[in-house]
């Protein structure tokens, strides 16, 4: 009998699991995650108002209610909980699917402000993410400047416009709707280093700009026009064409009855963040232009844009994880089709899948492959692997290591919990946002009440 220790409850930690059962019928699978929740960013990554993406907790949840699948919550691996070699004793197998936890930086002076943060900062509070802090995130910010045009960037930039009406029905924590209600930014501006047809967000998620109540959106003409391919996008990729497409729709001037406006703007790299009373209070950029290679060259000139809240979206980085090696230039564990790789040599029964493998790349369907190539790789191996005696039950040996797994059951307290938390507050469910109240939860106390 297979048994597999799957690190990382996320979609690439759910698919691998999903495929090691349905691809061996006698394999088990735990599925160990440091928080007490499951689901990794669909549960703390995805927009609250997305909930047709987040509806893919139904499936995540099919596979981690399989007879032959345990999920383990509240299991940190690493120098804080289980190390990584007793995980190797307790498993014939270790499949690490930890994802990209860190953001990249800008790199510029004035990086460190209050009032500056990465968007991960941001959507984790959002999202309740019981390692968030209500960092005062809006408190006496106008405008806010979001660095990056990816979908990360879309998305902070319409939690940011949207009314707390609209958020209402959602999950979100009860303080930070209550923060976003009270929100007095009234101009927001997104900005590229590059060209509209360049940009990294999809088509369906820009559009989404377009149809926030009170809300204009702009596109400088003459700026995106610096792109050439702005004026005919006929020849460009169909997503990219798309895109273009709906931006040349927002070049009018926008109505002046809105109580909000979104500026897109393109060709602009942040140098520095200025400060203004104690805290970031701009934005200067140089005007870049394109290179006729697909990138960009400063061009001397320079710009300042307001803002009181600044936020970084410009990628994510994989973290090393003690016990594993790491590449530092890629954030990425080094492989060989999803088997660790030390010192250019394979790690008997080690193996990773999911961004910490390939890197923040994707979306969240490429982890479903990305995850079979791993398992298919893993079960290659079996024959070898299984010939090591185990414990019966590696429960036992992961308490003694002072962790205390909170177990499927837990999880549901939590569920029920947060279905009762939203019905005191005559909502629908809303997420309980800090370790105390979803530990409480999980162990069958009182977590009605949580700690903002």
Known sequence: MLRVAVVGSGPSGCYTAQHLVQLDPGARVDVLDRLPCP??????????????IKSLQGSLRAVLEHERVRFLGAVPVGPDGVPAARLRELYHAVVYCVGAAADRHLGVPGEGLPGSWSATEFVSWYSAHPDAADAGFLRGARSAVVVGVGNV?????????????????????????????????????????????QARFTTKELRELGTLPDTAVQVDAAEAALDPSFADPS??????????????????????????????RFFLRPVELLARDGRVGAVRFERTAPDGRGGVTGTGRFEEVEGQLVL????????PLEGLPFDAATGTVPHLGGRVLRGGAVAPGEYVAG????????????????????????????????????????????????????????????????????ASLGRGVVKLPDW????????GGDASVPRS
């Open 39 to 52: 689901y990794g960013l669909v549960r703390y990554g995805v927009a609250p108002d997305h909930e047709k």
């Open 235 to 264: 020849g460009l990729p169909p997503p990219r064409r798309r895109n273009v497409e709906v931006l040349r729709g927002w070049t009018a001037p926008p109505r002046p009855d809105a109580r909000r406006l979104i500026r897109l």
């Open 355 to 422: 961004w910490i493998k390939r890197g923040p790349t994707g979306v969240i369907g490429t982890n479903r492959s990305c995850a079979k190539d791993t398992v298919t790789s893993l079960l290659q191996d079996a024959p070898s692997l299984t010939a090591r005696a185990l414990p019966d039950d590696p429960l036992p040996a992961l308490r003694a290591e002072g962790v205390d797994p909170v177990p499927w059951q837990g999880w549901q307290a939590i569920e029920r919990a947060e279905s009762r938390l939203g």
């Open 436 to 443: 105390e109240s979803l530990l409480t939860a999980a162990r």
């Open 312 to 319: 970084r979206s410009v990628g994510y980085r994989g973290v």
């Open 153 to 197: 960037a879309v998305d902070v930039t319409r939690m940011l416009a949207r009314g707390a009406g609209e958020l209402r029905p959602t999950d979100m924590p009860h303080a930070a709707l209550t923060a976003l209600a009270a929100s007095e930014v009234e101009e927001i501006h997104m900005v590229g280093r590059r060209g509209p047809s």
